[in-house]
């Protein structure tokens, strides 16, 4: 399949049943001469706001610098930017494609004559297919704040490297579960090249804070990946910390009731600190504190106050490799 | 014959409220036991009403000639209650589909848990037959789905199962996290039955499926050879990947069938329309690719551009 951009940037033109046609747009910024060395996607999940706002807004950006608006900085190579795949459901706010309830980051690698949103994802992939590096962002679920983060399936050292330029605090290796084989990165990575995935905030709300943080993430990754020149940051760069696939500890609440937390994440906990109480849904007496049973990052804790026995309360990343874990990481939702 | 209802597994909701997972078991004697699953997505009824039938009959087999069950059935008709209570396929809060949870983790999060819980109590089953009813958009005639690896157990049971047709499909990654894998990955033999449409229930299809059910129970000495059962009146047919047609829509509109479900068909045969609710024009005429059976058809009539019509088995003249 080839690209379409021949004077538009539309990857994919389609009939609704009783509105308007839509389409999935891309901005395809720089000399079409060449293939794009950076593709930047969001909002496969139309209820992640944080991506897509971010990359609205470094789009609009890039386009400056490329009409020669922005003094001193240049663009120096092709970028696309998709704001958002699943454009109906950012605006109904569903995670999923609205209509059929299917989730788009489930149909990779898609099929151009199957159903809808497999049409969807063939037409992202054929045109990120040839950029040079890829990055997918999301965030966690509504209930679930998650640090920014990239997350990488059994890289390559490529991969590894081009991960730490993005400078966010936390790069973190996972295994590919059968589920992660329907995902865009996953496709990707079966068809050679470099992707990364970004994981920042909760799904439901933007997150001011960790929406600058991504702009100024993706602009230093841009500027290594000889994109971008002549942009000066303020803020310097922070630590990069790196984690394996077994050491990434999740706390599971064993009570249900109210979940209150005062923490915040990026913060490192010792074993024993506090991460939050849980107080009896109805009766409403103290059932129990939570503490932290290892020293870490924390990389993610629960916004959603209303808590079953079996939920997700908050995930620590460790400096050592843990030996006894439950693998219920593997069911982390946000992607 | 014993009779009992239990919760085998419940967790804690934040308010009061606990959510609970109940089966019936009969027992008759020491025999092997045969297992019913349905309602692993909150939008799929067909099974629990396959679940009320077998009580039934096991209910009045307990009357007329108790001695004839020689092992146990059981019947797990809810496994996902909080999306059937709530009208929801997937399993609520977690938007997860349970089917893509298993084996699951005792010790996980919630539909992990709920998964283990399934997997622990029907492991060593002679038999685990877990009904689904398609979706909201798509009727199915009753069928059981194989993955090829597992044909060789699999297909003789499913021939006794009074259905209409047998699908073989190509093993797939990411089907490895459902219930019926998980079993037969264990070893404890599960047959996948898709049957009607969701959120609705087909008293015909459910009557053709306890048939074979109670066949099936026959043939597995769950149930006494001496017992008289109906005669089976199906012999499925045999799909695979090679003979299947899927038809997605040209574009979007109205879809309207002008053929019924489960009809013969010939190359070329006008299906069904898609219409503009704006303006009096079809859109789209939906012809048949070849000559076959007509075992998937859409039930809601809405479509957009790619939304699957129609499936046509391909059969010979």
């Known amino acids: 399949m080839s690209i379409p ?13 009783t509105r308007e046609n839509f389409d999935l747009p891309v901005h395809d910024i720089g000399l079409r001469d060449a293939p794009p060395r950076v593709a930047l996607v969001a909002g496969l999940h139309g209820n992640e706001l944080n991506g897509v706002f971010v990359l609205a807004r470094l789009a609009s ?19 696309l930017v998709i704001p958002a795949v699943n454009g109906l459901g950012l605006n109904v706010r569903s995670r999923g494609w609205p209509f059929d309830g299917t989730d788009v980051n489930r149909m990779f690698p898609g099929y151009d004559r199957g159903e809808t949103t497999q049409r969807i994802a063939a037409a992202v992939l054929a045109a990120t297919d040839a950029a040079h590096f890829r990055i997918d962002l ?58 990364l995935v970004i994981q920042a905030g909760h799904a439901g709300s933007l997150q001011p804070v960790h929406c600058e943080r991504l702009f100024r993430a993706l ?57 939050g109480y849980v107080y009896d849904g109805f009766r409403g007496d103290l059932s129990a504190e939570i503490r932290s049973p290892v020293s870490g990052l924390l990389s993610g804790i629960r916004r959603q106050p209303l808590l079953c026995e079996g939920d997700l309360v908050a995930r620590i990343l460790v400096r050592d490799t843990l030996t006894a874990m439950p693998d219920t990481y593997l069911m982390g939702h946000g992607q | 014959m014993q009779r009992r209802r239990e919760t085998f597994f419940s967790l ?30 909150g939008d799929e009824l067909e099974g629990l009403f396959v679940c009320h039938r077998i009580a ?53 999060l919630l539909p992990q848990r709920l998964a283990d819980a399934a997997m622990r109590s029907l492991d060593g089953a002679a038999l685990v037959i877990d009904i689904h009813a398609s979706n909201v958009y798509l009727r199915e005639i009753p069928q059981v789905r194989i993955a090829r690896g597992f044909q060789g157990r699999l297909v003789p049971l499913a ?11 190509e093993a797939s990654t990411v089907l490895e996290h459902t219930i019926a ?137």
């Open chain 1, 5 to 17: 951009f021949a004077d538009e940037a539309v990857l994919l033109r389609m009939t609704a049943p």
């Open chain 1, 61 to 79: 950006f890039l386009q400056q610098v490329a009409s020669g608006g922005r003094d001193g900085a240049e663009l120096l190579g092709r970028v």
């Open chain 1, 138 to 195: 999301h965030s966690s679920n509504v209930d679930f704040e998650e640090l920014p983060q990239v997350r990488l399936f059994e890289p390559t050292d490529v991969e590894r490297d081009a991960a730490r330029w993005l400078g966010l605090p936390a790069v973190i290796e996972r295994p590919i579960t059968p589920t992660l084989t329907t995902t865009l990165a996953h496709a990707w990575r079966t068809r050679g090249g470099r992707g």
């Open chain 1, 219 to 275: 602009m230093d990754f841009l500027e290594r990946a000889g994109v971008l020149a002549g942009v000066r940051l303020a803020e310097p760069e922070e630590e990069v910390h790196s984690f394996g696939p077994r050491q990434s500890f999740p706390m599971i609440a064993e009570h249900a009731g109210w979940f209150v937390s005062r923490l915040e994440v990026g913060q490192w906990l010792q074993a024993g600190d506090l991460v």
């Open chain 2, 12 to 41: 804690a909701l934040p308010y009061r409220e606990r959510l609970a997972l109940e089966r019936a078991v009969f027992t008759g004697g020491d025999g092997p036991r045969i297992a019913l699953v349905s309602g692993i997505h």
């Open chain 2, 56 to 108: 039934a009959r096991l209910e009045e087999l307990a009357e007329r000639q108790p001695g004839a069950l020689l092992g146990s059935v059981e019947l797990y008709p809810a496994l996902n209650p909080l999306g059937l209570d709530t009208l929801e396929r997937s399993v609520p809060i977690y938007d997860v589909d349970l089917n893509r949870a298993f084996p699951g983790h005792a010790e996980g």
């Open chain 2, 159 to 169: 021939r006794a199962m009074n259905l209409d047709l047998i699908w073989l499909h």
């Open chain 2, 181 to 317: 894998h998980s079993l037969n990955a264990r070893g404890t033999p599960c047959l996948v039955v898709e049957m009607g449409v969701g959120m609705r229930v087909t008293p015909a299809f459910a009557e053709q499926v306890v048939m074979g059910i109670l066949h099936v129970a026959q043939r597995l000495g769950v149930l006494d050879t001496g017992l008289k059962l109906e005669e089976l009146t199906r012999t499925p047919l045999v799909a695979d990947d090679g003979n299947v047609h899927y038809l997605n829509a040209e574009t979007s509109g109205l879809f309207v069938p002008c053929v019924e479900h489960w009809s013969a068909v010939r190359s070329g045969e006008l299906l069904g329309r898609i219409v503009s609710p704006l303006a009096g024009e079809t859109l789209s005429e939906v012809l048949a690719p070849c000559d076959g059976m007509l075992f998937t058809l859409r039930e809601y009539p809405l479509v957009y551009e790619g939304s699957l019509l129609a499936r046509l088995m391909e059969v010979a003249r």
